[in-house]
């Protein structure tokens, strides 16, 4: 057992909630001490942001959270000129700030970005780990406390938006799916304070919902979306209505598909 995992209750209460499914947590404390990137797979909202909060906190590193989209660049990433007070002044972005700090960058849906930022992290995906700034002469090398950490949906991901082959195997790589149903229960009912009785009977309409997926649905329920749902059911919302504005319309647009989810919500709380 690492000393981690030895690790008191009462210090892991201060962390960012995660319960673990796998060995996910010990993956990572490994590939971090072996100064591994690490490539995180899985659905949106089953707690790969969550994960990665959790561990930063448990390693007591910085962490540096990027959202990528369509029109982030490298320069997003490593930094540029600004003009500030009149003067024109370089500003580290995300990525060179965890560099120079020894933190982590976390790289939230990679394939969104355009395709110059995987040039850049592929100096810091081997044994060089290294940054080069071209504009400012520089080259980081990463320190100890450095690690890079990216994901995404391969679910929900078309040719156009992949991962390289020669990129995907710069990373050690982890899966996430959604969490047992027990186990779901057990994070649904702590993050929304909703009792694990009437939290089972979410997490089971979850299953009957992620099964429409490909069918009706691109994307099943998240784990996130129950635990919405339920936090909206102890502020006293009724069930339907909280059922219907977080398990139906962040589905669907789509009429009958809207109906066919909602026949299985009256059919499952009446």
Partial sequence: ???????????DRELPFYQPVGNECELFEHAYRQHLPLLLKGPTGCGKTRFVSHMA??????????SCHDDLTAADLTGRYLLQGGETRWVDGPLTRAVREGG?????????????VTVVLHPLTDDRRLLPLERTGELLEAPEGFMLVVSYNPGYQ???????PSTRQRFVAQTFGF??????????????GLSADRCSALVNLAARLRDM???????????????????????????????RATLVEPLSDDDDVQEGLMEAIRATFG
Avoid: N, W
């Fill in 179 to 192: 969490p047992p149903p027990a186990v779901e229960r057990d994070i649904v009912a702590r993050e929304s």
């Fill in 158 to 164: 078309h040719i156009l938006k992949s991962l390289k």
């Fill in 1 to 11: 057992m690492s000393s981690s995992s030895a690790r008191p209750l009462e210090a």
């Fill in 104 to 116: 982590i960058c976390y790289l939230d849906e990679v394939v969104e970005a355009r395709k110059d």
């Fill in 57 to 66: 906190a448990r390693l007591g590193k910085p962490l540096f959270t990027v």
């Fill in 213 to 243: 997926k490909g069918q009706d649905l691109e994307e099943g329920v998240s784990t996130r979306l129950l635990i919405y749902c339920a936090t909206l059911i102890v502020a006293g919302m009724p069930i339907m209505q909280a059922a």
